[in-house]
């Protein structure tokens, strides 16, 4: 399996501000994923990133607030962009083992806005 | 679309009880099936899973049959422990060309001595 690190663990921002969630993998992958986990509440994806291309957005989410960049195989970031209070979730990373179709999951980012 | 409905929670089970935690699906085609574990401080690990029809899912004691007749994934274990105290979240994902994850809301599950 892969292992994946995110940077930063946890954040406290202020509202208006933005801020850029970091996702390693020790692996190349093809497709990468960030999901939000909202307080008490499942995943819901925000978008799915493939290298070399432009991120593939869920209804609800959009580039302007959540742009996402994928520069190689093993790296993407997500910004949170114009934070407000209802930001404050859990961001997720995850890669696709093309093999064995599993998904694994980064520890997360906490993220408080205030 | 796709959807996944899980037993609600929060479940309190005492040591050595059987566990249940209900998962059905809608879903276009067929897809797979994955029980994730999130325990207390940690991230989402995969617990198990089933990629076709009957296939049984294992893994810490763990089960999961996929049944495609009653679109279920019920999650089993005949004897739990504290250590099983966790948020379990059922998801599924179809291959229709994103395969992207999409979960059930988790049950929380407490295991008392």
């Known amino acids: 399996s892969a292992v994946i690190s995110q940077k930063p663990s946890r954040d406290i921002c202020q509202r208006g501000t933005s801020l850029t969630i970091q996702c390693q993998v020790d692996?190349?992958?093809?497709?990468m994923f960030w999901y939000r986990q909202q307080p008490g509440q499942s995943l819901t994806l925000i978008a799915t990133?493939?290298?070399?291309?432009?991120?593939?957005?869920e209804s609800g989410f959009v580039i302007d607030k959540f742009p996402i960049s994928r520069p190689n195989l093993t790296f993407s970031t997500l910004t949170v962009s114009n934070m407000s209070p209802e930001d404050s979730s859990i961001y997720l990373c995850?890669?696709?083992?093309?093999?064995?179709?599993?998904?694994?999951f980064g520890p997360g980012t906490r993220l408080t806005v205030t | 679309g796709d959807s996944v409905t899980q037993m609600e929670g929060p479940v309190t089970l005492s040591e050595e009880a059987f566990l249940t935690i209900n998962c059905t699906y809608t879903?276009?085609?067929?897809?797979?099936l994955f029980w994730y574990v999130q325990y207390p401080g940690e991230g989402l690990q995969l617990l198990l899973k089933?990629?076709?029809?009957?296939d049984k899912g294992s893994n810490k004691g763990f089960e999961a049959t996929y049944r495609k007749e009653t679109t279920s994934f019920h999650l089993e274990k005949g004897s739990v422990q504290v250590s099983d105290s966790a948020v379990y979240f059922c998801a599924l994902s179809s291959f229709d060309g994103n395969e992207k994850l999409t979960f059930g809301t988790g049950t929380r599950l407490t295991i008392i001595p």
């Open positions: 879903a276009t085609g067929y897809p797979s």
């Open positions: 995850s890669v696709e083992d093309r093999r064995t179709y599993e998904q694994y």
């Open positions: 089933a990629t076709k029809a009957d």
């Open positions: 990133a493939n290298q070399g291309s432009e991120a593939t957005y």
């Open positions: 692996s190349q992958v093809t497709m």
